[in-house]
């Protein structure tokens, strides 16, 4: 056994796949329930804290009324976001509006919905006001740049097009009181699959330090800071997840000694992770197509880099197992291809996997399950080469499976074309 777990059994997987043929998301809502309450029984040692889900790791409004109902608000950063926070009922304070080069139309239904704009440059402040006006509660994001060292995925702060400059916040602050700004937050994100403690607590030291400095220069008393997301996930088997408790304590350790002498001990703690409260509860579950024998040996899938595009966009590692065959030896090794006509549509390189059987040899062809797809898994998917998105399927807690999400069809590829005005075009 390699210790990744799928929550079914290979029988479970043929009765489940007569309903939904496959390819399909699953989801697990009990392990996503389990993980939320963990994650908040550690943070419960910060006097408010709250975890606004990134919308964009999994925007379905089925997990955000999951999250909700366990107490989760959510991070938007586009207005189909807001509208699917809206329709989970994550309303007013609990939504937090994170976006960057931001359209107008998007911060008026921010506003509307009463959601926490959080801005991303000093210029903002202007267009904000014109646009939407200036709300009471306001937070700002802040560029480290070279204060903090870089992250694979997220790369350096000072390369990063995000936030204002320490200078900027200073000005900005000042700016959005003479506006009539009331509560101010803070907020930075510069991290992204980041498994080291040490990382996020050094990103939270460097925000309580600045928090001290506000409160210092400008007289300002910060209501919380939003230490955004980035938080890792184990996505090869050997790795050990970030233990929650253990980093909220770390924390805690910084918070008291930087910002209660500073007469801060009521400063609110606020995250918006997305990856690691759903990464790990998602798999993407194919069938084994065909086989191939070139160069390299090549496993087809049903499925292509249009449902997840992660391993092709990054080279991003997803393990992959075979249901029935977990405890068989991996014994071929083998690339792990989809069905786009670009090569890096690979879900594995020279992976070594059980002997697979595929379905244009006879048979149904095994189950091929991808793991730890549960956030930035399908939502990044695109229709490329005419390739149709799958659809989400969500194990309930008794057992029983719902879908909630259809796969595409054509008649979805082609709704976006003026097809009344083509039958006239060109006669
Ligand atoms: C993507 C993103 C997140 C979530 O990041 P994870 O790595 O999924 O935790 C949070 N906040 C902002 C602003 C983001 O862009």
């Not at 995925?153 to 506006?179: C, H, N, S, V």
């Not at 007289?219 to 980035?230: D, K, P, V």
Request: proline share 6%.
């Amino acid at each position: 056994m390699n210790g990744k777990r799928f929550p079914l059994s290979r029988e479970q997987l043929e009765a489940l796949s007569r309903r939904f043929p496959t390819p399909f998301y699953l989801y697990d809502e009990e392990g996503i329930r389990e993980n939320a309450r963990r994650i908040l029984r550690a943070f419960a040692c910060f006097p408010s804290y709250k975890e606004h889900f990134a919308v964009k790791a999994l925007p379905n409004p089925f997990i955000l009324k999951i999250l909700a109902a366990e107490g989760f608000g959510a991070d938007c950063s586009s207005y189909p976001e807001l509208l699917l926070a809206d329709m989970a009922g994550i309303q007013g304070e609990d939504l937090m509006f994170t976006s960057n080069e931001t359209p107008a139309l998007e911060y008026q239904k921010a506003r509307s919905l009463g959601a926490v704009v959080n801005l991303d440059d000093f210029t903002h402040i202007d267009y904000l006001e014109k646009q939407a006006g200036i709300p009471k509660l306001i937070s700002c994001r802040y560029n480290p740049g070279p204060l903090k060292g870089g992250n694979a995925i997220i790369g350096k702060p000072e390369e990063a097009k995000y936030g204002f400059t320490r200078e900027q916040l200073f000005q900005g602050y000042a700016l959005l009181r003479d506006k009539g700004a009331e509560r101010f937050a803070l907020h930075t994100m510069v991290a992204s699959n980041e498994l080291r403690e040490e990382y996020h607590i050094e990103t939270a030291r460097i925000l309580f330090v600045l928090a001290a400095e506000i409160k210092e220069k400008l007289g300002i008393t910060l209501e919380f800071i939003n230490t955004g997301g980035g938080v890792g996930i184990p996505y090869r088997p050997g790795e050990a997840a970030v233990d929650y408790a253990s980093l909220a304590a770390g924390i805690r350790h910084a918070y008291d000694a930087i910002l209660q002498p500073a007469g801060l001990g009521n400063l609110g703690l606020r995250t918006e992770w997305g990856r690691t409260v759903t990464g790990p509860y998602g798999w993407l579950v194919c069938r084994a197509v065909h086989r191939k024998r070139i160069y390299r040996e090549y496993i087809g899938l049903d499925a292509c880099m249009a449902d997840l595009m992660r391993p092709g966009l990054y080279g991003a590692y997803h393990h992959i197992t075979i249901p029935g065959k977990e405890d068989d030896p991996a014994t071929e090794t083998c690339d792990v291809a989809g069905s786009l006509c670009e090569n890096n549509d690979k879900f594995a390189i020279q992976r070594k996997l059980p002997k697979i059987a595929v379905a244009a040899e006879g048979g149904t062809g095994d189950f091929v399950v991808i793991h730890d797809v549960g956030a930035h898994g399908r939502a990044m998917g695109f229709n490329y080469n005419g390739k149709l998105r799958c659809g989400e399927l969500l194990l309930r807690p008794g057992g029983s499976v719902i879908q909630i999400r259809r796969p595409e069809t054509p008649e979805d590829y082609f709704a976006t074309l003026e097809q009344e005005t083509f039958k006239d075009f060109l006669p």
